[in-house]
């Protein structure tokens, strides 16, 4: 993905707090849908069009894979570091 060429003007928290879920959706006449769901709100991730994947698609849903990762880990080292606990959390 390419930097950022514009300054960002806003910017949305969304905290993963009881019952915020992630889902990814398969369609047989359209491309995969990622929901986020943080309770009465829902963000949907999908590819530049309903009907095809483009490259750039690949690449996006690649580093959102990578990124997602990143932050699976580092909030499982701050809950570790700060429960004292090893492991998966529950």
Avoid: C, W
Wanted: proline letters at 2%; zero cysteines.
């Amino acid at each position: 993905m390419k930097h950022r060429r514009t300054h960002r003007i806003a910017a949305i928290t969304l905290n993963a707090g009881s019952g915020a879920q992630v889902t990814h959706h398969l369609y047989p006449s359209r491309t995969p849908v990622l929901a986020l769901d943080f309770g009465a709100l829902s963000v949907l991730v999908t590819t530049s069009a309903g009907d095809r994947v483009t490259a750039s698609d690949v690449e996006f849903a690649r580093q959102l894979a990578r990124e997602a990762d990143q932050f699976a880990r580092a909030v499982e080292r701050s809950f570790h570091a700060s429960t004292g606990k090893r492991g998966m959390a529950a």
